[in-house]
């Protein structure tokens, strides 16, 4: 299953590897759409690849870490 979230990092984040941290925690794939990074903040558009459930929990790991997540419609379906 694939889904797209449009996460937004606060500043204490920005050059952390929350991402891969995630990714390797719950077997997801993730894949870069559009990103911004500046000083103060960052956000990025990212794909994931996975299965439901591990989908379900890395989203809210990114979320418990402190980064905002927003489902982005129209999910892609496989």
């Not at 050059?15 to 891969?20: A, F, G, M, N, S």
């Not at 903040?41 to 418990?64: C, F, P, R, T, Y």
């Amino acid at each position: 299953m694939k889904k797209r979230i449009r996460l937004t990092f606060p500043q204490d984040l920005i050059k952390e590897p929350v991402i891969y941290t995630v990714a390797q925690k719950y077997d997801i794939i993730p894949s870069i759409r559009r990103a911004r990074v500046t000083e103060s903040v960052g956000e990025m558009v990212l794909e994931l690849d996975g299965q439901e459930e591990n989908l379900h929990l890395s989203i809210e790991a990114l979320k418990e870490t402190g980064v905002e997540v927003e489902l982005v419609e129209g999910d892609i379906i496989q």
